[in-house]
Nanobody, 123 residues
């Protein structure tokens, strides 16, 4: 199983970026894929998830709702980030698991992690 995040970079406030998480070694739709992020000096936090199963149900942290969109195709998971703010700065990680909805934010529910990609929102 492999997860590889990419697409980070430097962007100005109110700009946009699209992150990708390339996956291999498993069937993507059989697992929940989440994005987490870790800002400098802070703990890692959950950002968004796309649930396992054919329905592609998505859920978001309140801080990104309406600005970020998570999606997937057969082998990649994406995080489209619009209207970026300086507080969105951090290392973004994709993670694979099968958490129940009530614990979807819990890092311990995830089996595998990508290496992270750095997003910097600054003017």
């Amino acid at each position: 199983v492999q997860l590889q995040a990419s697409g980070g970079g430097l962007v100005q406030p109110r700009g946009a970026l699209r992150l990708s998480c390339a996956t291999s070694g498993f069937t993507l739709r059989d697992y929940t894929l989440s994005w987490f992020r870790q800002a400098p000096g802070k703990e890692r936090e959950w950002v968004a998830a796309i649930r396992h199963g054919g329905g592609s149900v998505t859920t978001y942290a309140d801080s990104v709702k309406g600005r970020f969109t998570i999606s997937r195709d057969s082998a990649k998971v994406y995080l489209q980030m619009n209207s970026l703010k300086p507080e969105d700065t951090g290392i973004y990680y994709c993670a694979r698991g099968r958490p129940a909805l009530g614990v979807i934010r819990d890092e311990e529910m995830y089996y595998n992690w990508g290496q992270g990609t750095l997003v910097t929102v600054s003017s």
